[in-house]
């Protein structure tokens, strides 16, 4: 019973490279957060979809950063043309259904994409 | 707005002693949930407690033992005779009913238990 899986656990780019991320959801689980976490910084919240469908994007860079959850495959967390201050960890968590209203689902995260930008 | 403060960057104690990590929170909702997270050197994020704004009794699992005190916006976390395997950085956070589940997190506390 595989947890969310986050793949590649590192990723290398020069700047100006483009950077996919991908997250496989725990089974079950039909919605996904992504996070990213900066050097000695909490985690921030970027954007939450659900299958085919972007609910909250209000975390997520206006340029460069798209985000997209296909009926079918993993969710990928796309960043184009990166520059430095994209190295970061970026975390995916999975939940099974949204509470809407309650704000109670526990989420379950992934191991994270380390990326670096050279 | 949301916010989740943790003052201890780092805390560094010998095993068996005793932990408390701290976590203030800010939040306008009635109704919210806080959380704590353990991420290991590993780097995954393991999932410890979630607790709602209404249930402010303490809670106690093994070492672990959380103390809600909506007096003061605090959710604080002890270990007890603390462990080599319980370094980490640890994250309070909070969700807000209402929303999503998205979480807002402190900037989380490195706990260094040394043999």
């Known amino acids: 019973n595989a947890g969310v899986m986050q793949n590649p656990r590192h990723l290398v780019r020069r700047r100006g490279q483009e950077a996919r991320l991908r997250c496989s959801p725990m089974?079950?689980?039909?919605?996904v957060y992504w996070y990213r976490q900066l050097p000695e910084e909490g985690l921030k919240f970027m954007v939450y979809?659900?299958?085919?469908?972007?609910?909250?994007e209000s975390g997520m860079p206006k340029e460069r950063f798209s985000a997209e959850f296909p009926k079918e495959g993993p969710s990928i967390l796309r960043i184009q043309q990166v520059v430095r201050g994209d190295s970061a960890a970026y975390f995916c968590?999975?939940?099974?259904?949204?509470?809407?209203?309650?704000?109670?689902?526990?989420?379950?995260f992934g191991a994270g994409s380390r990326l670096t930008v050279l | 707005a949301q916010k989740v403060t943790q003052a201890q960057t780092e805390i560094s104690v010998v095993e068996k002693e005793d932990v408390t990590l701290d976590c203030v929170y800010e939040?306008?909702?009635?109704?919210?949930?806080l959380f704590w997270y353990k991420q290991p050197p590993s780097g995954e994020l393991v999932f410890l407690i979630r607790?709602?704004?209404?249930?402010?009794q303490n809670e106690i699992s093994g070492r672990y033992s959380w103390n809600f005190q909506k007096s003061t916006s605090s959710f604080n976390f002890t270990i007890t005779a603390s462990q080599v395997v319980d370094s980490a950085v640890y994250f309070c956070a909070l969700s807000e009913a209402g929303g999503y589940s998205t979480l807002t997190f402190g900037k989380g506390t490195m706990l260094l238990v040394s043999p």
């Open positions: 607790r709602n704004s209404f249930d402010e």
């Open positions: 089974k079950g689980h039909s919605h």
């Open positions: 968590a999975s939940s099974p259904r949204d509470r809407v209203g309650t704000g109670a689902n526990v989420l379950t």
């Open positions: 939040t306008r909702d009635t109704t919210y949930y």
């Open positions: 979809l659900q299958k085919e469908n972007i609910i909250d």
